[in-house]
């Protein structure tokens, strides 16, 4: 498919940078929102960086910033503070809906009270509480939207018990939910898996105007 626009938040995470790097090697043009420039050491053409993020804009500072492109995608992780990662979901709903941006895609994790089939919980559920209750308020708020098309990635399970670090391990697959079902994605390839879903609904999209 030819050259898309993309908007990427979080681009500092782990998830945000192999997003960032798979992005720019299909071609993509790629806008992406850190506080701290100097943390993106990527030079490309194709690359713009915008200092600040969507905890530093208002709702018309990032549909302004979102008009023109074709896919947003959150990269933010919601254990570094739960309830920021709710707060920034329902931000980028109200810009994406806004700048009419066709398709957004967020990342998570898994909550304690997961029913997927298989799905490990934490040995210490209390300690991953915050992190679950931020998972279940962000995926219901991407629910209720019927103006764009939404996808959520996250791991879909937790391997052992909590450590000194507060942090459980995870496993080796994410899932991508979407409003047609859930996707399973192994987590070495997540990126990549993560651009073909959205280089298809991009694709389509097209195909329909």
Do not use: C
Not at 53 to 77: M, P, Q, R, W
Not at 119 to 148: C, H, M, S, Y
Request: glycine share 10%; net charge neutral.
């Amino acid at each position: 498919m030819g050259t898309q626009k993309i908007a990427l938040f979080g681009a500092t995470s782990k998830v945000g940078q192999g997003i960032l790097n798979e992005a720019l090697s299909r071609g993509h043009r790629v806008t992406v929102f850190v506080r701290d420039p100097k943390k993106i050491p990527t030079s490309h053409s194709n690359l713009k960086v915008v200092k600040g993020d969507v905890f530093d804009f208002t709702k018309n500072d990032i549909t302004a910033h979102l008009k023109g492109h074709n896919v947003v995608i959150s990269g933010y992780e919601t254990m570094r503070n739960p309830k920021d990662h709710v707060i920034g979901t329902r931000t980028l709903i109200e810009g994406v809906k806004g700048a009419d941006v066709p398709h957004f895609i967020a990342f998570g994790h898994p909550g304690t009270d997961e029913r997927e089939p298989g799905a490990a919980i934490p040995g210490n559920p209390e300690g991953w509480k915050a992190v679950a209750k931020a998972q279940r308020e962000a995926i219901d708020a991407l629910k209720k939207e019927k103006t764009f098309h939404w996808g959520y990635a996250h791991y879909p399970e937790i391997t052992d018990e909590f450590g000194k670090s507060g942090k459980p391990a995870l496993g080796n697959e994410m899932t991508l939910i979407t409003p047609e079902g859930d996707h399973k994605i192994p987590f070495g390839n997540s990126a990549a898996r993560v651009l073909d879903e959205a280089e298809h609904l991009m694709e389509e999209h097209t195909d329909r105007e």
